[in-house]
């Protein structure tokens, strides 16, 4: 737990930091993020890189302190690179595209979803003939995105026998053996 709070983070250049009244403001050329951090933690900028401190070597302090350290790293890498979630549908049938925030899924309901997905969060999908359609979110806000892509798998889960449904691409699914003859 202690050693993540250890460890400094490097403010990389474009991105302004700011720690006033127990809050952390991070704006960087893709967006603006906030975080409120208890009065335990203290948070200092020295010469371009933050450092986080606790008061003592409770088990309390030592959570918190790597929690917070974890969380501001995640919005500085957000305000500067982004975060990007990639979805892919499998199943005969499943389909999904966009037009602007609203997102249509063909997911072998007798109905199409539509989502009306977050400003904050790109949505693209990748479509080609022969493959799994593909869902792209990008956003600069880590939770969001991952809030978003949770959202949208719920729809329609992997099932453990033939693997149909919506998964994240890389992600390795363990399969059931079906009934035996």
Known sequence: MSRIGKNPISLP?????????????????????????????????????????????????????????????????????????ELELVGVGYRATNQGQVLDLALGFSHNIVLEVAPEVKVETVVEKGKNSIIKLTSFDKQLVGAVAAKIRSLRKPEPYKGKGIKFVGEILRKKAGKSA
């Open 13 to 85: 250049e474009g991105v302004t930091f700011e720690y006033k009244e127990n809050v952390v403001t991070v704006k960087g050329k893709l967006g603006e993020l906030s975080q409120e951090i208890t009065d335990d933690i203290t948070v200092k900028l020295e010469d371009g890189t933050i450092v986080l401190d606790r008061p003592s070597e409770s088990k309390i302090h030592k959570a918190k302190h790597g929690l917070y350290r974890s969380l501001i790293n995640n919005m500085i890498e957000g305000v500067s690179k982004g975060w990007t979630k």
